[in-house]
């Protein structure tokens, strides 16, 4: 099984961005655990800051991984060009968060992404990604 991950704006960052929030680990060496925790999926992973670029990492995907898993971010709560993008897939994206969006900002509790993906995992730290991988091997 492939799967994809995409990773949206400021989460290059992550062991160094608030981490009060999104931890002290580096996505790099979250993403070697997880490649040690499921030797037999075939994960990949991919950051943008910048939503086009997102987009056409979407296209491309399609067709050939099994799953995407989306942390759009910021765009999360502002990209109608992502959400367009997901809905012509024929590849299921499940929606990630590290924070728990719905106990935070009033600006985060509203998603373009989570009407248009398989489903949305949020709140759980790094693991929200380990969760995702998971629901997909179930
Ligand atoms: C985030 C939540 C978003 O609201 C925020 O803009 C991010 C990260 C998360 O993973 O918790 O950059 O998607």
């Known amino acids: 099984m492939k799967i994809h991950i995409i990773n949206?704006?400021?989460l290059n960052l992550l062991g160094k961005r608030?981490?009060?929030i999104y931890g002290k680990t580096s996505f790099q060496d979250y993403f070697s655990e997880?490649?040690?925790?499921f030797k037999s999926v075939e994960l990949s992973y991919f950051h943008s800051n910048i939503e086009g670029e997102i987009i056409s990492e979407l296209h491309e995907a399609d067709d050939n991984v099994d799953g995407i898993l989306l942390n759009a971010a910021a765009y999360t709560h502002t990209s109608i060009a992502i959400a367009d993008a997901i809905k012509a897939l024929e590849t299921p994206v499940v929606e990630v968060h590290i924070s728990n969006v719905f106990a935070r900002e009033?600006?985060?509790k509203h998603s373009y992404i989570s009407p248009v993906v398989f489903g949305s995992i949020s709140g759980f730290g790094l693991r929200s990604y380990n969760?995702?991988?998971q629901s997909f091997l179930d």
């Open 131 to 133: 969760l995702a991988i």
């Open 8 to 10: 949206g704006p400021n």
């Open 18 to 20: 608030e981490p009060e």
């Open 34 to 37: 997880m490649q040690m925790q």
């Open 106 to 108: 009033d600006f985060r």
